[in-house]
């Protein structure tokens, strides 16, 4: 029986896909063939600079590449008994977080919203993807304009409410702006993909749960959103690694390439002390780091999260 | 930073095509540097210039971005044996590139051994000796030269009725005239430069030991006595009174202010000079970068800002040669002068000085002769300059925090302890990287 307020009970509906057909290739050689593109990419592209990031990281070298000194765990040591990483760190820990939480709820809400919408859908549906085509820089240009200290227009507005805003100036003020301009440009992926889920969400069981609950919130969280789960982890996956990596262009902006007394987030620290600062071995001992937390990232959400979500 | 990169190599593959065609026989060198806007177009009116000059080198100048990322760019294209003949290196580079034992030919030796004639009594005393090594010889060649400097609007001044300050004692019995004529008395624009490492040397204080870096890496400690805390303890009390503006750590931020007339005494480059004409409609003047009066020995000469530029090696004799002669071209006193005029930087050599002096330059306009004037002040023990590796990051740890200072999350105190720890280990590990 379907139950859609089933008390203190949650139902789960899995809708079960055929068994798959069993392909297989007459000779062993093709499959190797077709991936070799692949294969060759993450080689050049990944395994190759990793490997390269591994070794340096165990040494101090001359930018140029004249000496080079091994210094063992020398680096790794430095880097995380430094005051400052460990700051960096948790910024990037409270921005990763406040960035995936925040894009991921505004995009769920409109998007459950805009699948209700019936007249001009399309054009509502448009104004708020079109912010996915606007290129990372850019987001922070327009967020740097909006709260630019001198002009901005939104530092001008808080400034009636005697909030005395100062991006680059103060910490938490520089924080804010970095986290809306990164939620700001990541809704409309979201957006996309929620709306698309909520789109595939067959009509039939719609219909049963709403002769079954005349709760909509209710209906929501029971039948909608375990529905939307694989779609939701999926982007759960996506933007906090959006949040960890894709953000440097924002942040980039928004810091004028001078950090400052500003925050940062680890991956923009690997830049400013290798690429900025030329100190090669320090900054691939954090690149390490960074592999290292990637690593554990994506054993913790596959073995943890994936086994609660349901594929249909 | 991907799009940018791109959009200056498609730029800089363009001018490529442009010029090839015109010389063949020439001998083809290239420039690498971080002029951009107003600056790059005297750079390209240079080598324009140059090229006409002669015909048997044609010099290429590509524009690379800002001085980081012309340093980094150099440093790839040096790994991969596809380096620029010259390159641009700013002052807080310069421990980097001249560390790196054989990335560059000391340009010194290089204009000998072309048989062009060097003297570096030729240079003015300021810019004589920051690119050199420890035994004097010069390894870069001192390019745009610059000095923090107090850019004073005039209006504020006579609104308020007082004179510009020579030192900050003065400054601190003008500043409440000046708040009540309605203007944020101070603002700077570059902690780092016009704070610490400048305060060092208009006071002759020692920076680092090793006599400021200059004799070797291993070693070489930070130096902050009491002056320099001091004076952050003061500014920290004239923010709090609204007698000093801070706006971060973008240099665009803080002059803002004042080229929009609210701010009357500002702390800038010498090299700002020609984009704050053309910028403010209030009469302006400059005069040097105040001191205090009770630090015994103060008024000494400024380090210089700016960059130099170095020639790299691995390159052809004949490509040298018209490296040689393109120094040679472009340290002649007229180009120097159309430099100095152009863009306000500081002349290099004396001669320059004395044509920009006979042309009348300084009394059209006196504002451009402070900077060179106070390179030219009396030098000191510690006035000579710096040398210290890892320095952009050194940087970046006083902007850090000397903000926090003024934000109220650390005292004095603390961030120059933090300053000290977290650079003397900056220090010792770029030591590790060179001396081995």
């Given at each position: 029986m379907w139950r859609a307020c089933p008390g203190n009970r949650k139902a789960r509906y899995v809708v079960r896909g055929e068994a798959m057909k069993k392909v297989q290739f007459n000779t062993p050689a093709i499959p190797y063939l077709l991936l070799f593109p692949q294969i060759a990419i993450v080689a050049v592209f990944f395994l190759w600079p990793a490997a390269e990031a591994v070794r340096s990281s165990f040494y101090l070298e001359d930018p140029f590449g004249f000496g080079s000194t091994f210094v063992g765990f020398d680096n790794f040591i430095d880097t995380v008994t430094s005051t400052n990483y460990a700051r960096v760190a948790r910024f990037t820990g409270v921005f990763t977080f406040l960035v995936t939480v925040l894009s991921l709820g505004a995009a769920l809400l409109l998007a459950v919203k805009a699948d209700k919408v019936l007249r001009g859908a399309s054009s509502y549906k448009t104004l708020l993807m079109w912010v996915y085509a606007v290129a990372p820089p850019v987001a922070g240009l327009i967020g740097i304009l909006l709260f630019d200290q001198h002009v901005g227009p939104i530092v001008k507005f808080v400034a009636m409410f005697g909030w005395h805003m100062q991006i680059g100036v103060d910490y938490y003020d520089t924080a804010f702006a970095m986290i809306i301009a990164s939620v700001w440009k990541q809704i409309p992926v979201n957006f996309i993909f929620f709306l698309s889920g909520l789109q595939g969400i067959s009509k039939s069981v719609q219909e049963a749960a709403s002769i079954d609950c005349r709760s909509g919130f209710r209906r929501f969280w029971t039948v909608t959103f375990p529905l939307l789960a694989p779609t939701g982890f999926f982007l759960l996956i996506i933007n906090i690694t959006y949040a960890l990596f894709d953000t440097f262009g924002i942040i980039d902006v928004v810091l004028k390439t001078e950090p400052g007394n500003n925050p940062v987030t680890l991956v923009y620290k690997v830049y400013l002390d290798g690429f900025r600062g030329n100190d090669l071995g320090g900054s691939s001992a954090q690149s390490v780091l960074l592999m290292l937390v990637v690593f554990i990232l994506t054993i913790i959400q596959f073995r943890l999260i994936e086994r609660r979500v349901h594929y249909t | 930073m991907a799009y940018r990169k791109t959009v200056a190599s498609l730029v800089a593959a363009a001018a490529l095509m442009g010029t090839s065609a015109a010389s063949y026989a020439a001998t083809d060198i290239t420039w690498w540097h971080a002029m951009g806007g107003k600056l790059g177009e005297v750079v390209n009116q240079i080598s324009t210039d140059y090229n006409a000059s002669q015909d048997a080198c044609s010099l290429t100048p590509v524009y690379k971005g800002g001085y980081e990322d012309t340093l980094t760019a150099g440093i790839a294209a040096f790994r991969a044996g596809e380096q620029p003949n010259i390159i641009q290196v700013f002052d807080a580079g310069a421990a980097t590139i001249i560390g790196a034992k054989g990335a560059v030919e000391p340009v010194e030796d290089l204009l000998k051994a072309n048989g062009v004639p060097f003297d570096i009594e030729d240079y003015i005393a300021g810019v004589r000796y920051f690119y050199a090594d420890s035994d004097g010889k010069m390894i870069g060649m001192p390019f745009n030269s610059s000095a923090p400097i107090l850019y004073i609007n005039d209006d504020a001044m006579k609104k308020a009725g007082v004179e510009a300050p020579k030192t900050y004692e003065e400054f601190e019995a003008i500043a409440p005239k000046l708040k009540e004529a309605g203007y944020i008395p101070l603002v700077q624009s570059h902690l780092p430069w016009e704070f610490v490492e400048n305060f060092k040397s208009r006071h002759d204080l020692q920076f680092a030991t090793n006599n400021n870096g200059y004799d070797?890496?291993?070693?070489t400690e930070l130096v902050f006595g009491e002056p320099i805390k001091n004076h952050f303890t003061a500014a920290k009390k004239w923010l709090d009174e609204g007698l000093f503006g801070y706006y971060g750590t973008g240099w665009g931020d803080n002059q803002q202010p004042f080229n929009e007339g609210k701010v009357a005494l500002w702390i800038g480059s010498s090299g700002s000079f020609g984009g704050i004409a053309d910028t403010v409609d209030f009469p302006f003047s400059a005069t040097f970068l105040p001191y205090w009066d009770a630090v015994e020995g103060a008024n000494t000469a400024s380090f210089i800002g700016g960059a130099a530029l170095f020639a790299m090696s691995g390159k052809s004799d004949e490509e040298n040669k018209c490296a040689a002669s393109f120094f040679e071209y472009l340290t002649s006193p007229e180009v120097q002068y159309m430099w100095h005029r152009e863009t306000g930087y500081v002349p290099v050599t004396e001669a320059a000085y004395e044509l920009a002096k006979k042309d009348g330059h300084y009394e059209r306009?006196?504002?451009?002769?402070v900077g060179i004037q106070q390179l030219s002040l009396p030098a000191g023990e510690w006035t000579k300059g710096y040398r210290m590796g890892f320095y952009v990051q050194i940087r970046d740890v006083m902007n850090r925090e000397l903000g926090k200072v003024f934000s109220g999350e650390t005292s004095v105190e603390d961030a120059f302890a933090t300053i000290k720890a977290d650079g003397d280990k900056l220090l010792s590990r770029f030591a590790k990287t060179i001396d081995n």
């Open positions: - | 070797g890496a291993t070693g306009t006196p504002a451009a002769e």
